[in-house]
């Protein structure tokens, strides 16, 4: 398990340095992946625009592919999921879960149609809209669920046409390595590369000559960065990039009903997931039994290995995030923070940190201002729920959001004027296949998922015909 190999033009290629990546339960190195280099990197290009020009003829083909895709995930779910939890730090199950999610994503996105549209049909004039492939697309992939957003990107480019090249991570990129690896006989040579390396890697994705579109997830800052190298080249880029959702409470809700969707709606991969809730925001009638709830869940909760049994919450992944969770609670501690639960690291091995339910601070403190995308969640209380709406508006990012009562008419009014480009009434985080997922304002440009995903993989062509 220790010999890991990219994917390029369908051969499995090493590199002429490796790196080491870290498990976070035990914050050793455990495995080596390999450094991509320049050279290889247009070498891998070279082959993607190469495989694409017969890859974009046969639509069949292409769906087909991507059947055969979801089929090999599911075969080797098992060992990818072994090492998705050893890379990323998530128990086991939820790995698992994040693997046959893949293999799901493969399968609905090949029944997606390319439509064409007739935008005129007469007897002398045929007028149509057509999508057309990019040509190379590159992605780019954040540490949280590097399996499944590298599939949320791989499966509709190729479905369109493209030939991919992806970069994951340098703290998660085995589980990317090993999906290029079981993928090597199915998708043809050059279509689909999986390539590693560091932060700098990504720079050179973004600016290579071959790219014509670069499909980014990961935090703001980088996406910004990503937009800066494409610029000149005119590429195209959809962004899905970090969140700050709020989950406005009311208060006609039973505490003790909705606090396990609350909690796990904030926790969930140990708080390391774009669209997690980030600040809960509870009317004052309800608050205290509220966080009295929450408490209760998160002191009970098994934090741990992920490959140990009935682990529920594992490791924060690395090390960087590690001290910026810590550094955020210690802000919040400073500026007068009640630590219901947790407040700080737990055990002297690894990244693991408490479950830590917040009170006693509200907007203005980095905690509830900025991303923690970790386990500490504030729990602010509010009046008038107009006052709740403004104040989760008042930020630069809007991924989603949503609204908790029993009036499901109030909740879904309410969600409406939150900017965001998800909204959910009595349920956080779930995300569909066939819905499109992006963000407003810093939070994204463009959208993943669904017809609208696809068609972030395809450029529209024109065809007028007259009669001759
Ligand atoms: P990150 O921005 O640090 O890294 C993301 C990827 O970009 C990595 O592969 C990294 O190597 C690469 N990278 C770094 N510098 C680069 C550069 N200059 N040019 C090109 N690529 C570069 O993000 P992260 O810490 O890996 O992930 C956490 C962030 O991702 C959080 O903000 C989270 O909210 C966000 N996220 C968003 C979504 C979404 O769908 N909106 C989903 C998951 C995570």
């Keep these: 398990m220790s010999e890991f190999s990219m994917t390029i033009d369908g051969k499995a290629v090493t590199g002429e340095s490796t790196f080491g990546v870290v498990n976070p339960a035990t914050g050793e190195v455990f495995a080596q992946a390999p450094d991509c280099s320049r050279a290889q990197l247009d070498t891998v290009m070279d082959a993607a625009r190469q495989a694409q020009r017969s890859w974009r003829k046969d639509e069949a083909k292409r769906r087909q592919t991507l059947l055969d895709c979801a089929e090999a995930v599911k075969a080797h779910a098992g060992e990818l999921a072994q090492v998705l939890t050893r890379e990323q730090g998530k128990p086991l199950p939820k790995a698992m879960e994040e693997v046959i999610g893949a293999a799901v994503w493969f399968q609905v996105t090949a029944g997606l149609q390319i439509p064409v549209d007739v935008v005129s049909a007469g007897p002398d004039v045929r007028v149509e809209v057509r999508r057309k492939p990019y040509g190379v697309v590159g992605a780019i992939t954040p540490w949280n669920f590097p399996l499944l957003l590298a599939v949320w990107k791989i499966a509709p480019a190729l479905l369109a046409g493209n030939a991919i090249v992806v970069k994951p991570s340098p703290f998660t990129p085995l589980s990317t390595l090993e999906l290029g690896r079981i993928l090597r006989g199915i998708v043809p040579a050059g279509v689909l590369n999986t390539i590693s390396g560091g932060d700098q890697l990504g720079g050179w994705v973004s600016e290579h000559p071959a790219v014509r579109k670069i499909s980014f997830t990961g935090s703001v800052a980088t996406g910004k960065k990503v937009s800066i190298a494409a610029a000149p080249d005119l590429k195209r880029v959809t962004l899905e990039l970090g969140g700050n959702d709020a989950a406005i409470v009311l208060d006609d809700v039973d505490p003790k ?129 107009e006052d709740a709406i403004e104040r989760a508006n008042a930020t630069h990012f809007g991924l989603s959001g949503s609204v908790w009562s029993r009036d499901v008419e109030r909740a879904t009014e309410i969600v409406s004027q939150l900017e965001c480009g998800t909204g959910w009434v009595n349920q956080h985080l779930a995300i569909r296949p066939d819905a499109p997922f992006g963000g407003c304002k810093w939070s994204g440009i463009g959208y993943e998922n669904g017809p609208w995903g696809l068609a972030a993989f395809t450029e529209l062509q024109t065809i007028n015909v007259v009669k001759g």
């Design 257 to 385: 009903q909705v606090a396990p969707r609350l909690f796990w709606g904030a926790f969930e991969n140990c708080g390391q997931v774009c669209s997690a809730i980030k600040r809960l925001y509870v009317a004052e009638a309800i608050y205290e039994p509220l966080v009295e709830e929450m408490a209760k869940i998160a002191s009970g909760v098994k934090v741990g290995n992920g490959l140990d049994q009935g682990v529920q919450v594992g490791p924060i992944n690395n090390r960087p995030q590690f001290q910026r969770v810590r550094e955020l609670v210690e802000d919040a501690r400073k500026h007068g923070a009640k630590f219901v639960t947790g407040g700080a690291p737990l055990g002297d091995r690894g990244y693991f940190f408490q479950p830590t339910i917040v009170t006693g601070i509200a907007d203005g403190v980095r905690l509830v201002d900025e991303e923690q995308f970790g386990p500490a969640l504030p729990i602010v209380p509010y009046r008038r729920v």
